[in-house]
């Protein structure tokens, strides 16, 4: 069914949308993404300067408003329309690639591409065995894992370069994508064999802040409550020294630096040889770990399998709605 165009005004203003092509739309989006800078929208679209230039000058030529915010000849943001129409661009775009990926499940159901963004310690240790037997029921599935922070994470997948995100930190603060929860764990203090600390029956946060610790950045990994936990007991830990992954972190403390402070699953017994793990549930506070999808986002079936494979209660319906069951 048609829509019923009455007016001259109507007809004008139809005629400038429908004039509207994709590469104006993904040059908006690029701007916005590239802090403005033509140059480096231009190369991110494969076109020069001046033609990112002239498309934004024949856009708002059609429209008849400026889009964006300039001094001389540079953007230094959007005006309120602009700001608007971007929020419509991304819807636009989002669905355009959730027609291609629509085309593909029913062409090609069990072939493509999954492209899936971790942080190291999610990738090194919750994701082995899951993507293990993913590649066993889908191997004509072309999966991709990129290892990035939270927010890159966030990053890729509002961009659309990632389909799933699996972080501990930053995803359930981002309106639009949908998260859900993985699992749970705690964090533990690492030491070389022998450390004094083995003896120590009741671990206490102020045993641990005797020593230096080695431990993760700030926003990786849980690390943010671990400072918690410290402040809430007013107890000042030396943190001589941070990385982005466990298995860093197990190597400095079997230097002797210090001693080290991951996630419990990064302890491998068969492997860490020269490292005691002491358990401190009742120190640090429980961590969730989040799947996330950027929401509106079309998934090809075997993406919904992956996330089940993470988590059985997470099925296709489940996701599909966009409720965490937890």
């Known amino acids: 069914m048609g829509v019923e165009v009455t007016h001259a005004a109507d007809i004008e203003f139809c005629k400038k949308v429908n004039s509207m092509n994709f590469q104006q739309l993904r040059i908006i989006r690029e701007a916005a993404r590239c802090n403005f800078n033509l140059t480096e929208v231009g190369n991110a679209l494969f076109t020069s300067q001046s033609g990112v230039s002239k498309h934004i000058k024949d856009l708002e030529d059609e429209l008849g408003v400026e889009l964006f915010v300039r001094k001389g000849k540079r953007l230094l943001g959007l005006t309120e329309p602009g700001s608007e129409l971007l929020e419509i661009v991304e819807r636009i775009l989002l669905d355009a690639n959730n027609i291609k990926n629509l085309v593909e499940q029913y062409s090609h159901r069990d072939e493509g591409q999954l492209t899936v963004v971790a942080t190291h310690t999610q990738a090194r240790y919750a994701l082995p065995k899951v993507i293990t037997d993913f590649k066993k029921t889908f191997p004509k599935v072309h999966l991709k894992l990129h290892q990035a922070g939270p927010a890159e994470i966030v990053s890729m997948l509002l961009s659309g370069e990632a389909d799933i995100g699996v972080a501990t930190e930053a995803l359930a603060d981002v309106k639009q994508l949908d998260t859900f929860s993985f699992y749970t764990w705690h964090h533990a203090v690492i030491v070389p064999v022998g450390h004094p600390l083995e003896k120590v029956k009741d671990l206490t946060l102020q045993a641990i802040a005797e020593y230096p610790i080695v431990t993760y950045h700030e926003g990786l990994t849980g690390r943010a409550r671990i400072d918690e936990a410290f402040e809430t007991a007013g107890v000042t830990p030396d943190i001589s020294m941070s990385a982005l992954d466990s298995d860093v972190i197990k190597t400095y403390v ?38 996330a999808l950027r929401r509106g986002h079309y998934l090809r079936s075997f993406a919904y399998r992956f996330i089940e494979l993470c988590s059985p209660k997470l099925d296709e319906q489940t996701i599909r709605t966009g409720v965490n069951p937890d």
Do not use: P, Q, V, W
């Open 254 to 291: 079997e230097l002797g630096l210090g001693i080290g402070i991951i996630a419990s699953m990064a302890f491998n017994l068969a492997k860490d040889t020269d490292l005691r793990l002491l358990r401190c549930d009742h120190l640090f506070a429980a961590n969730t770990t989040y799947i």
